[in-house]
């Protein structure tokens, strides 16, 4: 053997890796394959099997998801470009039949368990397309090596080139194993020990994107080494060990990086992977809340003992969760109902407060000192109708995959799986429905889960709920307990009678009986002992009052904010316990409630009255500090009354407990509230909501008030100095004003007929360097509600003027507001601004026909009457106005929507916009 061959043997030495590592590899996929995938893994796969096995799936076109059949296509093209490395390496070694069996059979294994889940499934197939364009073309080396271009010393070198050749087949078993793990519940600490090289320290984790490029990079150089080792027909020894060399050194090099590390790195390291998880979350969801269950209603605390104690419920949550079965496709297809238990009880029961202690025993059992495997996790969610964004069931998705991100943000195989999710993700700024499902199947398959849902009969679409729910419930060992009313339609899909599923309980007012009495009595006395029913009551009352409830704890929690309400008199409450057969339903408490609110003085009224039009008829919901300022608007009967120093948590007492405050989130007390409002038998009460047209008539009063009466009349952002450098060139054609030297006139002057006119000039690109020593304040920062007032007055007209009215008077309460917003320059001037600065220019075209048509219903001669001919005036002029605003300068007043204090109005002459002054 020649010198350079023994420099290379020494080299080999030298690093530890003397023998191939096929061997070890396959002990690593046989130590990583669960016992649930033995049977369906095909030890002795070949190439032509598996492409046969794929064309299957591709040619299944007409029937099968479109997306497997692009993944099948890939990894075809992955196949036909790697087999041939089993020929390349025959030339150097005697191949193991087992060598190849084994690794085909891992790719397929991949395909096969990542079949269910095909948006992951595309990434991993794009891996491999990637993979397929970096390996070295095998079948031209091959061709090389055939013809025994290598020579005589093939057999003194064929151990170390298959050596070496071996690196990259342990490289992408790895992978294959990664995918897999990914795919299955218990398998994270299985697999791989960095056997390249003999490297035996622990190696620093990373997640799969971080895995994968220095995968991409270490086939890069060894398709380099390979090339270069079969170039040419005459070698030069000294100059193939040195490749050799190089190839090993940088192996070695690599495995050194991942199996040191310091602390900062690994600090370094979780943070990334943290905004790795937070990055998925925005994905994934629409809105900034991941957790929708609004635990702010747990009212009753200790009243939902009796329901963790129902042999039902036992069975149901004791059920234990078992690693095999939940890797074992075909036993979760054949029990998954058995899985699913339905919760249903009538309007009032308690349901939310039940769930609520659901979630908290689920997660209590969870940190039982018993459990060997993984503890089971516990992710909720409540629907609610009176809330737009809590009552769609793809947003319930959404929160419940982002829960599972959050709270398995540190696993390993969860990690990885949100490296695949991430990886080339489209342009789309949020994940569209069957993504977030996949997402959530994954995760569901991974970790022993509970699933709670309230509420499931307040989703927009409970049948679209509960059919997306079912593939979920089919292919993962999760529990779920869903809470509803006894109205909820089962889907045939979830009853399998002849073993007992579904498995529903129904509540009944004997179940909390006992719960409602111990706490009515429990807060009936402390009220008796604190005097509110005066000092000759009856004890006996209390007890009556538990079995008036019929069991329906709202009616009690709402009773009892209602006698502790300031309005009453110690007489009055004692009369309703005396009386409490006439409150016995909510309807009846209710109608009782919003009678006493009518106690309250004009100016409370308003507040409450616009509360509750606020929270039911809104184009978009309000802020706290915009619902603050909305309800604070000008009012000119207020009689000089002051808010609340404290408004909105002022509204829960305020209304004798109809609104919830929490967190800063606003909300009647119970969505039966709204609907009671909005129901003809409140038709009687000054509060009620019958009258949609009404609603938008007195919302847009509303925003036009703030708009005349509680915005600066002066430029929302301050004008720029009248230096001539700071004065926009403007286009001869525009009819824009300028500002001109003279005092003698307004001191502008249009220049539509100053000179020729140029169609082709375009608007001037206006630039102002800001001072970088002044804190830049937005221009609405201080007006919360000016947003919603600028856009949305017109919609609630709109709404007002083409819905029929539900009562026999009709009432036009924005036209005093209208009125003294369309006469003041100043406040529209505002108005136009704050428009163009949303980029929503205004118009109100759309409003001009019919306001012109309610002049048949109103007679001239009354004071309305004239008021409404001069608001439709006012409304066809500033509508003109606008047009040809618009017409003019829609480009110049989006880059700078101030300019509109220094312009006419639109070339018509004379000025309509006010000429501001600083």
Not at 606 to 624: E, G, K, T
Request: hydrophobic content about 40%; proline content about 5%; overall charge negative.
């Amino acid at each position: 053997m020649s010198s350079q061959t023994e420099t290379a043997d020494m080299t080999m030495m030298d690093t530890g890796a003397e023998r191939p590592l096929f061997d070890e590899t396959i002990e690593a996929i046989q130590t990583t394959i669960l016992e649930e995938h033995r049977q369906q893994f095909h030890h002795d796969a070949s190439v032509s099997l598996l492409l046969d096995e794929l064309l299957l799936v591709s040619a299944g076109s007409g029937s099968g998801d479109h997306r497997l059949i692009a993944c099948s296509r890939k990894f075809s093209m992955f196949i036909r470009s790697f087999a041939p490395y089993f020929d390349v390496l025959s030339t150097c070694v005697t191949l193991k039949p087992e060598w190849v069996g084994w690794f085909w059979g891992t790719v397929r294994l991949v395909f096969k368990v990542g079949s269910g889940y095909a948006f992951f499934l595309e990434k991993i197939a794009d891996m491999f397309e990637a993979i397929a364009n970096i390996v070295p073309p095998y079948q031209q080396i091959y061709e090389v090596c055939r013809h025994d271009i290598l020579g005589s010393h093939l057999d003194d070198q064929d151990g170390h080139l298959a050596t070496l050749m071996s690196y990259v087949y342990t490289d992408l078993v790895q992978l294959c194993l990664d995918f897999y793990r990914v795919f299955c519940r218990g398998t994270q600490g299985c697999g791989l020990r960095h056997l390249t090289l003999g490297t035996t320290q622990a190696a620093l984790w990373r997640p799969l994107d971080s895995r994968f490029a220095r995968l991409e990079a270490r086939l890069t150089r060894h398709r380099r080494w390979l090339e270069k080792e079969t170039e040419n027909q005459v070698q030069d020894y000294a100059n193939v060990a040195q490749h050799r060399k190089n190839y090993l050194n940088f192996l070695h090099r690599h495995n050194e990086v991942n199996s040191h590390g310091h602390a900062e790195h690994e600090e370094h390291r979780m943070a990334k992977r943290m905004r790795i998880i937070e990055k998925a979350q925005s994905w994934l969801s629409s809105s900034p809340v991941a957790d929708k269950c609004d635990h702010s209603l747990q009212l009753y605390p200790d009243s939902c003992a009796w329901f963790l104690g129902i042999p039902a419920y036992c069975r149901w949550r004791d059920q234990p969760f078992d690693r095999s079965t939940a890797n074992d496709t075909d036993a979760l297809e054949s029990t998954w109902q058995h899985r699913v238990l339905f919760v249903q009880a009538k309007l009032g029961f308690g349901k939310t407060c039940i769930s609520h202690s659901v979630i908290a025993n689920l997660a209590a059992e969870a940190e039982g000192p018993d459990l060997s495997d993984e503890p089971p996790v516990t992710a909720s969610y409540h629907f609610s109708r009176s809330s737009a964004d809590s009552s769609h069931f793809e947003d319930a998705f959404r929160a419940i995959a982002c829960q599972l991100l959050q709270t398995h943000r540190q696993d390993r195989s969860t990690l990885d799986a949100t490296c695949l999710l991430l990886r080339k993700t489209s342009c789309r700024e949020h994940a569209i429905a069957h993504e977030v499902l996949d997402v959530i199947s994954l995760l569901l398959r991974q970790h022993p889960t509970f699933l709670v849902f309230d509420g499931i009969d307040e989703c927009s679409d409970t049948q679209a709920f509960l059919t997306s729910f079912e593939g979920l419930c089919r292919g993962s060992d999760t529990k779920v307990v869903l809470f509803s009313r006894p109205n909820l339609k089962i889907p045939l899909e979830y009853q399998k009678w002849a073993s007992a599923a579904p498995h529903i309980i129904s509540l009944t007012k004997e179940h909390n009986a006992a719960a409602i009495e111990h706490h009515v009595v429990q807060e009936l006395n402390r009220m008796a002992d604190q005097g509110f029913f005066g000092i000759s009551m009856d004890r006996w009352l209390i007890s009556h009052v538990a079995r008036v409830s019929d069991g329906q704890f709202l009616w009690v929690g709402m009773l009892l904010k209602f006698l502790q309400s300031p309005l009453l008199s110690s007489e009055e409450r004692l009369a309703i316990l005396q009386n409490i057969n006439l409150l016995q339903s909510l309807d009846s408490l209710y109608r009782n409630i919003l009678g006493v609110l009518e106690r309250r003085t004009k100016h409370e009224k308003r507040i409450i009255n616009d509360a509750f039009r606020w929270l039911s008829f809104p184009i978009n919901r309000l802020c706290p500090a915009a619902l603050r300022a909305a309800l604070s608007t000008f009012d000119p009967n207020s009689s000089g009354e002051s808010n609340p120093i404290d408004l909105i948590h002022a509204l829960p007492k305020l209304t004798c407990g109809f609104l919830n405050v929490s967190n800063d989130t606003i909300s009647f007390a119970h969505r039966s509230i709204r609907e009671y409002l909005q129901a003809p038998a409140s038709q009687a009460t000054k509060f009620s909501l019958y009258d949609e047209s009404s609603v938008h008539a007195h919302l847009a009063a509303r925003c036009l008030s703030y708009l005349a009466h509680d915005v600066p009349k002066r430029p929302l952002v301050a004008l720029q100095p009248n230096s001539p450098h700071a004065l926009p060139t403007i286009p001869t054609s525009s009819g824009t004003s300028q500002r001109t030297s003279a005092s003698g006139d307004s001191g502008y002057k249009s220049l539509s007929s100053s000179s020729d006119g140029d169609p082709t000039t375009a608007h001037p690109v206006i630039r102002i360097t800001p001072n970088p020593s002044i804190r830049t304040i937005h221009f609405d920062t201080h007006l919360p509600f000016l947003r919603y007032a600028a856009l949305c007055w017109p919609i609630h007209l709109s709404r007002a003027l083409s819905l029929l009215p539900n009562t026999a008077t009709s009432s036009y309460p924005y036209l005093p507001a209208l009125s003294a917003f369309l006469t003041s320059r100043l406040a529209t001037t505002v108005w136009i601004e704050a428009s163009y600065r949303y980029n929503f220019p205004p118009t109100l075209s759309r409003l001009v026909g019919p306001l012109s048509d309610l002049r048949g219903e109103i007679t001239p001669a009354t004071v309305e009457g004239r008021e409404l001919r001069k608001v439709v005036d006012e409304m066809r002029e500033l509508s003109g106005r606008l047009v040809g605003l618009k017409r003019e300068h829609e480009g110049l007043l989006r880059h700078k929507p101030s300019l509109v204090w220094q312009m006419d109005g639109g070339g018509g002459g004379e000025v309509y916009w006010p000429v501001y002054e600083d």
